[in-house]
């Protein structure tokens, strides 16, 4: 099965209560687990960014029931691709503070110092997540 790779961004919708995120991490563990799908969520009160990995079928049936979240709006494909490795061995998920850290990374990949994925570039968005991962680890 082709390994594949997945990376979108959404935005909290008026739906969204801080205690969903407790909710999305127990079944995101679970569901992508059996189906051996790895990656990350970072979210601040403005995106979530989300990469995930796996097979081809895999990552499309879980992103295909993630769109329908009413608890998200807006979702963009920002990169898919055909990959010949994972980047990411487990699944986690953590909170993106405004730091100085994420600054200098956010400036790093795009020309702004705020995170803003819809105008990022897909590998731009990959290369992020696999810093932001070195920077803030996920759970
Ligand atoms: C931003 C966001 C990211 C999510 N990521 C995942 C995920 O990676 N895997 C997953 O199974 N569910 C994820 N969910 C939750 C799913 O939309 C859905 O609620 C969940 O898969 C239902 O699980 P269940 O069928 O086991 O009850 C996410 C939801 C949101 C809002």
């Not at 390994?3 to 991490?25: G, H, V, W």
């Not at 994972?86 to 850290?101: C, D, I, K, Q």
Request: hydrophobic content about 35%.
């Amino acid at each position: 099965m082709f390994l594949t790779r997945l990376i979108y961004a959404s935005q909290p919708s008026n739906s969204f209560k801080p205690e969903d995120i407790e909710k999305i991490l127990v079944s995101a563990r679970r569901n992508n687990a059996a189906k051996a799908v790895t990656g990350l969520l970072y979210f601040n009160q403005h995106y979530f960014l989300q990469c995930l990995e796996g097979s081809r079928s895999a990552v499309n049936e879980i992103y295909h029931k993630i769109i329908r979240d009413d608890r998200h709006q807006m979702p963009l494909i920002l990169d898919y691709t055909e990959t010949i490795e994972r980047n990411f061995s487990t699944w986690g998920m953590a909170y993106l503070p405004e730091t100085e850290v994420t600054r200098v990374l956010y400036a790093k990949f795009s020309g702004l110092t705020e995170l803003s994925p819809y105008h990022m570039r897909g590998e731009s968005c990959h290369k992020l997540m696999g810093d932001l991962r070195t920077a803030i680890p996920a759970v």
